[in-house]
């Protein structure tokens, strides 16, 4: 296996191995973070509440790298919330993988404070992946910093 095992008993003494799919992180932004208008941002998820691997960087680069022999399959989930409730012309929530855009979600009249994005991917040890916001309200614009608010996860689900 690659992730670590566990035995599990189904009551009447037969028992079988279960991988456990790790590294798995969760992170949030703690205080509110300033946007630029019209370009994307990076979101700057800067507390852990967990990190089995030490895979996350929540003060530097704000991302997730696969460790080493931990290549696979991953569910990736972000949000972010505004802290204003005006009607945004447009907001994007997206996930990059290595420095590229793969995956977003996009509201237009965006007149509720949140959005999120979720993907499942196949990652390479050495991959990094950053979530990002972008929006068209004139101005720059703060994100919400708050572990309801604004958070990034991830875990292996595979191989």
Not at 45 to 50: A, G, P, S, V
Not at 76 to 96: E, P, R
Not at 107 to 130: H, P
Request: charged share 15%; glycine share 6%.
């Amino acid at each position: 296996f690659n992730g670590n095992t566990i035995l599990t008993s189904d009551g009447s003494g037969n028992l079988t191995t279960q991988e456990i799919m790790y590294p798995t992180f969760y992170a949030y932004l703690s205080s509110n973070q300033s946007i630029s208008h019209a370009s994307y941002t990076k979101v700057q998820f800067d507390t852990e509440l967990f990190d089995t691997d030490n895979a996350y960087d929540n003060s530097s680069n704000y991302r997730f790298t696969v460790p080493s022999s931990k290549a696979g399959k991953y569910l990736i989930h972000g949000q972010v919330m505004m802290t204003s409730s005006t009607d945004f012309d447009k907001v994007n929530v997206a996930i990059y993988v290595n420095g590229s855009l793969v995956s977003f979600a996009r509201t237009s009249n965006f007149n509720q404070n949140s959005q999120s994005v979720s993907n499942i991917r196949s990652l390479s040890a050495g991959d990094y992946v950053e979530i990002y916001i972008y929006h068209q309200q004139g101005g720059s614009q703060n994100i919400e910093g708050s572990n309801q608010a604004c958070h990034f996860y991830m875990c292996r689900i595979g191989s």
